[in-house]
């Protein structure tokens, strides 16, 4: 039976801790699930959050919480094709279905899309109630903490490389940022047949993770120009694809100088600076495609899914640190002050 109350970890204002509070389970509408939450990731909007301030959340408090994985345990009236304690993965926002970008097949741009410990209710909860369309099943050799980071951490670089750019086998990329994301960049390039990844961080730790995940060169700013190293990895021409996961200014500009002629650039680091880069002369001339990205898609959830149980893809060793929900506001620490250098941050139920 479900209880009628629950932990959850509430979010009241920039600076201070989560509060660990109990609160209603929540009702379901005809169409929603109760999903009963076994891992939840965090995410660097969660640090953004808690800590800077720069991403504020819909309403306060809030439950935190954007990477949902656990176990069906409860179904509205006219939920169909799901029973009680299967396993699932939880796409972390709600899309209409019905506005201009979600029938043009962008729901990750829906006009009204509410991402779930942003703009409602999140994950950091023993209960999420969602819509039943946002389930993925997860297989039981997957587990929770991958299913969990897969929702926003994996997902979102997977749409940039395999949707937006559209990287193909053979091509070569370069991956500006080594952070969660950049470093499931190098996976999902690496799966996508690069035929040469190459990827610049200023932190050599992590460059020797992007190593060990599969790139070919790595590329430290802090001593030379990366530009000029990606054009002599590339005899002379720069890369088909290069892509940003930092959102400065300084390396989305880098990414435009350093693809080849009919090169791509996609932008999924978000930054407050204006894009400034090469001129038209040079960016005509070269045609250079700079798109940005934002999240992810339900399709590529499951792709994910998929890859991971089969094996193709090993996102174990990406969950460097798991907390139980009660050290919530530790483990957002751990990530925030980036103790032990930390991939990512899981909170488990
Ligand atoms: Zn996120
Ligand atoms: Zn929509």
């Known amino acids: 039976m479900t209880p009628n109350s629950m932990m959850a970890a509430r979010f009241y204002g920039v600076q201070e801790p989560l509060r660990l509070e109990e609160i209603p389970v929540p009702e379901l509408r005809e169409d929603e699930v109760l999903v009963k ?11 953004h959050i808690v800590f800077e301030g720069v991403t504020p959340t819909a309403y306060k408090p809030i439950t935190l919480g954007h990477e949902p ?15 009680e304690g299967e396993r699932v993965s939880v796409v972390p926002g709600f899309w209409c279905g019905s506005c201009r970008n979600c029938v043009t097949g962008f729901p990750n741009v829906c006009l009204s899309r509410r991402i ?25 050799s997957v ?50 047949g690069a035929q040469k990844i190459i990827v610049v961080d200023t932190r050599e730790e992590q460059l020797e993770r992007a190593r060990s995940m599969g790139a070919d060169l790595t590329l430290n700013p802090t001593g030379s120009p990366p530009v000029e190293a990606i054009l002599e990895a590339t005899g002379g021409l ?32 978000l930054g407050a600076d204006p894009i400034t880069t090469v001129p038209p002369t040079v960016f005509v001339r070269k045609q250079i495609a700079l798109l940005g990205s934002y999240g992810f898609t339900k399709r590529g959830i499951e792709q994910l899914v998929e890859l991971a149980a089969s094996g193709r893809l090993n996102l174990e060793s990406s969950i460097t640190h798991i907390f139980p929900l009660s050290e919530v506001n530790t483990a957002l620490k751990y990530l925030h002050e980036k103790i032990e250098n930390p991939i990512r941050v899981a909170v488990t139920l």
């Open 238 to 269: 720069g890369v088909d694809v290069a892509a940003e996961f930092v959102g400065l200014q300084a390396t989305i500009s880098q990414c435009v100088e350093a693809v080849a002629p009919n090169g791509r650039v996609v932008v999924v680091g």
């Open 37 to 47: 939450i076994q891992a939840a990731g965090l995410c660097g909007s969660d640090v």
């Open 69 to 83: 994985a656990g176990v069906v345990a409860g179904m509205g009236s006219r939920v169909e094709g799901w029973e």
């Open 116 to 140: 779930y410990g942003i703009q409602a209710e999140g994950a950091l909860a023993e209960y999420l109630a969602v819509p039943a369309r946002n389930l993925v099943r997860l297989p039981e």
């Open 143 to 192: 587990p929770f903490t991958v299913g969990a980071i897969i929702t926003d951490a994996v997902a979102t670089p997977f749409y940039a490389l395999s949707e937006r750019v559209a990287l193909k086998a053979g091509e070569t990329i370069a991956i500006f940022g080594a952070g969660g994301l950049g470093l499931h960049g190098v996976q999902v390039a690496k799966l996508l």
